[in-house]
């Protein structure tokens, strides 16, 4: 094209993108020649010359490319949070991705009783391996799902405490991520919230006081995401449960994250499990599938039968309810937790905060040359300890040594390089996530395992930086 010709017709230029429109399809690559060519129109009105044929075709691809690349993209979470909320939580173990694709791929008996041919109940699919792993299989623990805790705690205020009184410490009014606060679920589960004790000191005391003819429950949160030092006292579950069945009332626990393994047993700090909450005389425990269990996003209910079937009755619960992909994928998560010698290297999320210093080093000795290399003589590439969190309110002021590699611009004010630095590795096909902190850009080297090593790498030669 030459500046004196205009631009060419939407059909002449289609008829140069076989290929693309083959992996696109017209309707799409239509769009986007129609979108370029009023841009490069656009421009000339401002002055910029017509744009070449090369360039021109260049440009479509790039525009159908970006088009049809799904929003929803996989990136290395480099972030040293494992349970990463905004990047999606829990990895998933391959088994349960498999019981995924075959739930999705055709039908399966999600409602119906293959025994007797009658309809079933889809919390059945679950109920028994959970009464399996938290109360040795007793008969009168159930279970019910929901779409993530905070619909658990909703559904379980609303349906054992509606129009009644709960009573919780002031020390576990918490709010998590922003758009979980205790007080409002109570509200919007329409349940008063009677609140005890002080924010740091709480005794048994209160909670035997708090008990009116109003009161429906009371109610422990595990307090996520931040923890009260120094001058405290939280009353043990054991005595609240004491104190509950005194008086012929239920004690929910909100665990919020929960595992159903031993943390001590695998070198990392204890958590409090929904086995020891139940032993501890917890009625009902609520807990994430993809927190510390390292399963699908859901809100996990268990306890006593009556309770739960009570709690599976209420309105919401239909609302709330989960698809079979993500019972498919609790399944398989849950069963791998019946073989725990095993569990550290199936489970991603398990298998992440337990990765061996020795092998996190490995990985970094083996890609500090390769970073260094990619971004040239402007930053200085090194590899240092830090700290990883588990993250999504587990465990919040427990840390887990790791290491890093530090991209640290050798400019003197290096703040615009650190964010051009950030923005470069979130620019890879597979974006990269770090975080900047004392003047470097850190990449916590913890979650890149050795079988993602080479997924990484082969893209550094499109770093733009
Ligand atoms: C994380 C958390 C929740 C919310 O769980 P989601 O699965 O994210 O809805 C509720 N309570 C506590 C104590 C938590 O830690």
């Given at each position: 094209m030459n500046p004196n010709q205009r631009l060419p017709a939407v059909d002449r230029v289609l008829q140069q993108l076989p290929a693309l429109i083959e992996t696109h399809g017209r309707q799409l690559v239509t769009g986007c020649v129609r979108a370029e060519l009023a841009a490069a129109r656009e421009g000339i009105k401002h002055g910029l010359p017509l744009p070449d044929e090369a360039a021109l075709l260049a440009a479509i691809g790039r525009r159908a490319d970006a088009s049809a690349r799904a929003n929803l993209r996989p990136v290395f979470n480099l972030t040293g949070t494992v349970l990463h909320t905004n990047l999606g939580r829990a990895q998933l173990a391959e088994e349960a991705i498999a019981a995924m694709v075959d739930a999705a791929r055709s039908p399966c008996a999600l409602e119906y009783d293959l025994a007797s041919g009658g309809r079933g109940d889809r919390d059945d699919l679950v109920s028994g391996l959970l009464s399996e792993l938290v109360a040795g299989g007793d008969p009168n623990i159930a279970a019910t799902i929901v779409n993530n805790n905070a619909a658990a705690v909703l559904l379980t205020l609303n349906a054992l405490a509606q129009g009644k009184e709960a009573v919780v410490s002031r020390g576990e009014l918490v709010e998590i991520g922003g758009a979980f606060r205790v007080p409002d679920v109570m509200r919007r589960a329409q349940v008063k919230l009677f609140e005890i004790g002080t924010t740091n000191r709480t005794h048994d005391k209160d909670y035997a006081e708090a008990?009116?003819?109003?009161?429906a429950l009371l109610m422990k949160v595990h307090t996520s995401n931040y923890a009260v030092v120094g001058f405290t006292k939280v009353v043990d579950e054991k005595a609240i449960a004491d104190i509950a069945h005194a008086a012929g009332l239920p004690f929910v626990v909100d665990l919020g994250s929960g595992t159903l393994t031993d943390f001590a047993a695998y070198g990392l700090p204890a958590e409090p499990t929904p086995q020891q909450a139940l032993a501890a005389g917890a009625d009902i425990v609520t807990f994430s599938g993809d927190k510390l269990l390292g399963g699908p996003q859901a809100g996990l209910i268990v306890g006593r039968k009556d309770l739960i079937a009570k709690i599976k009755k209420n309105p919401l619960k239909r609302a709330l309810r989960v698809g079979k992909t993500t019972l498919a994928a609790l399944e398989a998560t849950l069963r791998l937790y019946r073989d725990p010698d095993r569990l550290s290297q199936r489970l991603p999320t398990l298998r992440l905060l337990t990765r061996p210093l020795a092998d996190i080093e490995t990985t970094g000795q083996r890609l500090l040359p390769l970073i260094q290399a990619a971004l040239g003589a402007t930053v200085v590439v090194s590899l240092a300890p830090c700290s990883s969190q588990i993250g999504s309110g587990a465990l919040p002021v427990e840390r887990l040594p790791s290491l890093a590699l530090l991209c640290r611009p050798t400019a003197k004010k290096p703040g615009k390089a650190l964010l051009a630095l950030e923005a470069a590795f979130r620019g890879l096909p597979v974006p990269v996530i770090g975080h900047i902190r004392d003047d470097a850009y850190h990449l916590d080297l913890r979650c890149l395992e050795a079988g993602d090593e080479a997924r990484f790498t082969e893209q550094l030669a499109h770093l733009k930086f």
């Open positions: 008990i009116g003819p109003k009161t």
